[in-house]
């Protein structure tokens, strides 16, 4: 079995890197998205002059880089929500194979949703596609956030199948 003691690969420690940096990016959309909301907010009720465009900015891109720039860490750290009642009874040997097939069914999953993504970026980029929010800025950001942070979890869901003791989820127990 796999020693979750062992050093990880140089690779692993550079995806570990990786994911980190785009976490912070998502702390940082996460911060952008509180001060532009709460001075949005303040300038609406005292002075009755909103910030134009900051729902659009907080939907189109601060929420997509904080939902997706932050999915391949929630994975790996089992922060996600999951239903256990069935897999619980079942012998641990076979939770981990299960285990193993979802975190391959997601891999897969989310590589169809990247790859959808991707084209769907690279014709908005192709076609000089605009948000139609009163900022009117290039969409193929949004797409690419979503792409990027998809791609991350392909990754992240690869090694927690091949590599299941190294990742901080699925806390099975085999004899």
């Not at 912070?24 to 909301?37: D, G």
């Not at 907010?41 to 189109?60: D, H, K, Q, W």
Request: proline share 6%; with cysteine.
């Amino acid at each position: 079995m796999n020693d979750p003691t062992r050093p990880r690969s140089a690779s692993a420690a550079a995806y570990d890197r990786l994911e980190m940096a785009f976490v912070w990016l998502a702390y940082a959309a996460l911060f952008a998205m509180t001060v532009l909301t709460t001075a949005d907010a303040f300038l609406r009720y005292l002075f009755n002059a909103p910030l134009p465009g900051v729902e659009e900015l907080t939907v189109e891109i601060f929420m997509p880089a904080l939902v997706y720039f932050s999915i391949a860490y929630v994975f790996r750290t089992g922060g996600h929500v999951r239903i256990t009642l069935v897999s619980d009874l079942l012998p641990p040997r076979v939770q981990r194979a299960l285990w193993c097939v979802f975190d391959l069914l997601t891999a897969v999953l989310f590589a169809l949703i990247a790859y959808g993504l991707y084209q769907r970026t690279f014709s908005a980029f192709r076609m000089n596609e605009y948000s139609s929010s009163p900022l009117n800025y290039v969409i193929w950001p949004s797409f690419a956030i979503a792409t990027i942070g998809s791609a991350l979890l392909v990754v992240r869901a690869v090694q927690a199948a091949i590599h299941p003791s190294r990742q901080d989820i699925h806390h099975v127990t085999l004899d």
